[in-house]
């Protein structure tokens, strides 16, 4: 080579790595590039798309051709470089050695470190541009790699290793859910919690929303016509379970519309109720809400009773309560019903004690564990092993609670102390969302 100028071997050297920086950032791009986005963007025409995911199919072989590729040419770029120091500095220990270095440091820095950041920032847009240049390198060079490959093959068996013919893309239930709620830059607030709460709804029972038996409005056949009337006609809500002297036996559901328009044609009996009601609609205890949303579907149903295996009620569900577990609340407040919760001057928040914990979590950011008791009366009870006195302070949860009221055997009103510290404003913020 003594007859090639000193500039162009300078000028070889340096197309030399170029050549080995596409290499570099090719592999990093395929190898990091989102699949998913990839099939959207094929899905919509995109030829680069196409092509890298045909090449992201046989991954052996695209990194057979990108590995052989670039050691080929590092190698060429070593040999090119100390001829050249060799024409410079003349042969020697010394001149050899800081060639090589020198080399090494122009390989890391312009061949392989810059060109793979690059290629992992953009690997999104760098991957369908490089598989212009590979997918025809591949077929031209096929024989090689397949040569190449066979040994290695023949390593990967000898180490009893025998990696599947392509990457599973397939995402679990969890990791899809952390990708929604990760996503932060794709789904905007509002959307990327309802995507998570919809994915819930395989975890979450109807025990954990439904209406609890002790708080069921319902009318009892065995009341006088008169107080029924009254009862029907100061209801809020739209249908109503009826039963007959214990809540066990309910008989139907009754549309309070269809009674109104009877009541205001006839005297109120319990025989024309009877004429009215809709055969109750059961729901065994432990359905997961995402499979009483397909029943109600199915059925054509909007309300149902929860019973247990012994067909004992244990509370009611609707299809706006599984809505709200998805959007979260819209509806109004009944009317004469007390308030959930409420801040006070200092800080704390009054809760109803048969609150569900989930709500309070979501609403005021509590870390209530959801395993065992659905309701903050559940867990305080289970707790302590003892229905509290008014004034018993203690922490349950990682959250202090005073006990304000309790009746009837149940906690009926808790005060949520707040946070000391920096921790104060968190749980603030969340009830004036709430209250909002």
């Known amino acids: 080579m003594d007859e090639i100028p000193l500039g162009s071997l300078s000028l070889a050297l340096i197309v030399l790595l170029v050549t080995s920086g596409f290499f570099s950032i090719a592999e990093t791009a395929m190898m990091a590039a989102n699949r998913y986005r990839l099939k959207h963007q094929a899905q919509r025409g995109a030829r680069g798309a196409r092509l890298a995911l045909s090449l992201l199919a046989q991954t052996d072989k695209l990194l057979g051709v990108i590995l052989l590729g670039n050691n080929l040419i590092n190698a060429a770029a070593a040999t090119l470089a100390s001829i050249i120091t060799v024409r410079l500095f003349g042969q020697g220990e010394w001149p050899l050695a800081i060639g090589t270095v020198a080399v090494t440091f122009l390989i890391l820095v312009f061949s392989e470190i810059t060109p793979k ?66 996503g932060a830059q794709y789904f905007r607030g509002k959307h990327k919690t309802m995507l998570a709460n919809l994915m819930d ?145 200092d800080g704390s928040i009054v809760v109803d004690g048969m609150a569900p914990l989930r709500t309070l979590n979501r609403r005021l950011g509590t870390k209530f564990g959801l395993d065992g008791p659905k309701t903050l009366n559940g867990l305080i009870v289970e707790h302590l092993g003892d229905i509290p006195d008014a004034g018993v302070s203690f922490r349950v949860g990682g959250q202090a609670v005073e006990i304000m009221q309790t009746q009837d055997r149940a906690v009926k009103v808790v005060r949520l102390l707040p946070p000391v510290g920096r921790d104060a404003t968190p749980l603030q913020t969340q009830v004036e969302r709430a209250s909002s």
């Open 201 to 345: 709804l395989e975890a979450i029972t109807v025990d954990d929303v439904m209406t609890p038996r002790s708080q069921i409005h319902a009318i009892d056949l065995a009341e006088k016509p008169a107080l029924l009337r009254e009862q029907i006609a100061t209801s809020y809500h739209t249908r109503l379970p009826v039963y007959e002297e214990t809540l066990d036996n309910i008989v139907g559901i009754l549309a309070v519309k269809s009674i109104l328009h009877a009541m205001q044609q006839a005297e109120l009996d319990v025989e024309r109720i009877r004429a009215l009601l809709r055969p109750p609609y059961f729901i065994p205890v432990g359905t997961p809400l995402l499979t009483q949303l397909q029943q109600f579907q199915a059925d054509r149903q909007r309300m149902g009773l929860v019973v247990d295996e012994y067909g004992e009620l244990q509370g009611l569900v609707t299809i706006e309560d599984i809505i709200e577990e998805i959007i979260g609340e819209f509806t109004t407040q009944a009317p004469g019903s007390a308030e959930s919760f409420r801040r006070e001057p």
């Open 117 to 182: 950041v690059v290629g992992a920032a953009y690997a999104d847009r760098l991957a369908p541009l490089v598989s212009f240049v590979l997918a025809p390198l591949l077929r031209s060079l096929r024989p090689i790699v397949w040569f190449v490959n066979l040994f290695v093959q023949g390593l990967l068996r000898l180490f009893r290793f025998r990696p599947t013919a392509q990457p599973s893309t397939t995402l679990s239930q969890e990791e899809l859910r952390s990708l929604v709620l990760e």
